[in-house]
Every structure is written in C-alpha cells, then in structure tokens.
C-alpha cells in the first residue's frame, strides 16, 4: 500500500486547510483510513481515523475543529481542518490500517501545516 498526501502549507490562526491522501498498490486490505501529526519536540499522535464502516474517532484536541471525509471507493481520505491553532502546527501524516489499534500498514510521506498566529 502506498499513500500520498496533499494539501499542506501556510496559513493564518483561525483558518481552515483541507488535506487529501491517495490510496494505491493493494488496498483491499485497507479497513481504516485516517491521521497522526506530529509536532515538534512532541510525539506523534492520532488526530483522526475513519474506518471502512464509517465510524470516525477525532483527538480531544480536535474535535468540533476538523472533520474526516472519505471516499472508499476511491480510496481517498480528507482532512477537513477549521478554526486552526498555532498549536495545530505539525506535520501531518496519511495512515492506513487493516485493523484498527493495530500497527499500521502505510504511512504517507508526511505533509507540513503551520499555522501563524
């Protein structure tokens, strides 16, 4: 399995920025799609993961603020960001699994939001 985000970039406290990740090679094994971030000086951390029922979890930290869009039949997963922290500052990273709370089976090459305050 292979992802590859899209998306990041600069923008302002209170803001929004959508980012989308593509699925491909084999992914029928994929169940859940979803969202780590990684800021500096801290330890990654799941922001967002959608399975392929549609139950979503979102991070304390985000909810209400950012929402997971997906589209499994093309394999695609969004992050939908709004009312953007400088805290939210970090690089985020597309992630799938074939079992949730498993170790996950692909990871996107990373993609950078800074927000400004």
């Known amino acids: 399995v292979q992802l590859q985000a899209s998306g990041g970039g600069l923008v302002e406290s209170g803001g929004s920025l959508n980012l989308s990740c593509q699925a491909s090679g084999t992914i029928y094994g994929i169940n859940a799609m979803g969202w780590h971030r990684q800021a500096p000086g801290r330890e990654r951390e799941l922001v967002a993961i959608?399975?392929?029922?549609?139950?979503?979890n979102y991070a304390d930290s985000v909810k209400g603020r950012f929402t997971i869009p997906r589209d499994k039949a093309k394999m695609t997963a969004f992050l939908q960001m709004n009312s953007l922290k400088p805290d939210d500052t970090a690089v985020y990273y597309c992630?799938?699994?074939?079992?949730?709370?498993?170790?996950?089976?692909?990871w996107g090459q990373g993609t950078l939001v800074t927000v400004s305050s």
């Open positions: 992630t799938a699994w074939r079992v949730i709370n498993s170790t996950p089976i692909a």
């Open positions: 959608m399975n392929n029922g549609g139950r979503i």
